[in-house]
């Protein structure tokens, strides 16, 4: 069989693992094919933690349509086939079991513990394995959990909207709305992609939002039936939101990180009360919140992805602090003026000190462009 076969086959593979984008998590997107000579015999993908993996899925698939050519297949997997029993059962001892001659795999798995094993297994058994194919593609499908389990970090995207002069707010504070309704449509599925919503206290008390999830009925990419819910989560060093905020509702889908020494016992008992997490994080050398250890504290809580949407100070914050991975810019044909707020809150007087940005992409959403950035660090990730 020749490369570009195998490419053809993978890049399949990687559209199966894509309809996961909204609701696998904390469990990675995955796609498998099953390919007898060149005709497609099963397909699978993951869809959500505690159900078929993608291999399951495909073997199953199979078994429905061409049972018979099983035996001597072969399978193209997005990721290494796990070979650990976790809520389901090891997916090497499933292609194993079903007598497939030959695996081919985009990438090994993220996680140092466990990585090769699988395919080692699979050696074992006397299948043939083949890969890594179209590495990049298939690490694009799991960023978070590739990040996650090396590590220990989520993998951290700010979004950001701003008027044609970079300004994302007037000097009020009134930011509705910069962007036009494609754009606002594009951040749902942003969230909706996200385990964990990321915001500043000053941002609650300014526009009280909800930050939930909000897919339209007809949209063509994400079914509301399916999208889940990510954590809500508020940056509030002294523990001053309120119990009635809105991003605190439903309260088991929400969570405040605080400094333990800042905060009213008998605040936090209120909140707590109403089914709240409440975390603690030390302080930084600014006295404000120490936002790695808020992220290590995600990411051993599952969290894969984690949209960032506030305001300037705390974007300048988790940028500071080396912990922005990718910059989501919408951009709108507009001007707000020299005394409206700017996209970062960042202690730069030289330019020798400006942060430099790699362009990744870029589209028209609507009226709007969509812009994705990934800043470059010093090599001591300080400013």
């Not at 086939?81 to 292609?95: E, I, N, V, Y």
């Not at 050696?123 to 990049?136: D, H, M, Q, S």
Request: with cysteine.
């Amino acid at each position: 069989m020749t490369v570009y076969n195998h490419e053809y086959w993978m890049a399949k593979a990687i559209q199966l693992a894509k309809k996961g984008l909204y609701t696998t998590h904390p469990n990675p997107r995955v796609g498998c094919i099953l390919v007898n000579g060149d005709q497609l015999i099963g397909q699978g993908f993951h869809l959500k933690t505690g159900e078929g993996h993608a291999e399951v899925n495909a073997l199953a698939d199979a078994k429905n349509n061409a049972s018979d050519q099983i035996k001597g297949a072969t399978a193209y997997v997005t990721l290494e086939p796990c070979s650990h029993q976790g809520k389901t059962p090891p997916c090497a001892d499933a292609l194993i079991k079903a007598g497939v001659s030959r695996v081919v795999f985009g990438m090994q798995d993220p996680n140092p513990e466990v990585s090769g094993r699988g395919l080692e297994k699979l050696k074992k058994a006397g299948i043939e394995v083949i890969g890594p194919v179209l590495e990049a593609e298939c690490e694009a499908l799991n960023l978070g959990f590739i990040k996650r389990m090396r590590e220990g970090l989520p993998y951290v995207r700010v979004k950001l909207a701003m008027s044609l002069d970079g300004r994302t707010a007037m000097e009020s504070g009134e930011s509705q709305w910069i962007t036009g309704s494609d754009a606002r449509l594009d951040v749902q599925r942003l969230r909706a992609q996200s385990d964990a919503i990321v915001t500043g206290i000053g941002s609650v008390l300014t526009d009280n939002p909800s930050m939930t999830v909000r897919i339209d009925s007809d949209d063509q990419e994400a079914d509301p039936k399916t999208v889940r819910q990510p954590l809500r989560v508020v940056m509030d060093t002294a523990l001053s939101i309120v119990p009635e905020a809105k991003i605190l509702y439903p309260t088991s889908q929400a969570c405040v990180f605080s400094i333990e020494e800042e905060i009213e016992e008998e605040h936090l008992e209120v909140l707590k009360k109403k089914g709240v997490t409440v975390r603690f994080s030390p302080p930084g050398e600014d006295g404000r919140l120490d936002l790695l250890d808020a992220m290590e504290q995600l990411a051993d809580a599952g969290i894969n992805e984690v949209l960032l949407e506030t305001g300037s100070e705390l974007a300048g914050g988790f940028l500071q602090a080396g912990l922005v991975d990718e910059i989501v810019v919408y951009m709108a044909p507009k001007l707000l003026g020299s005394s409206a707020r700017p996209l970062f809150q960042l202690p730069l007087e030289t330019m020798d000190e400006a942060v430099e940005l790699e362009l990744k992409s870029v589209r028209q959403v609507g009226q709007d462009l969509r812009l994705v950035y990934q800043p470059t660090y010093l090599e001591d990730d300080e400013f």
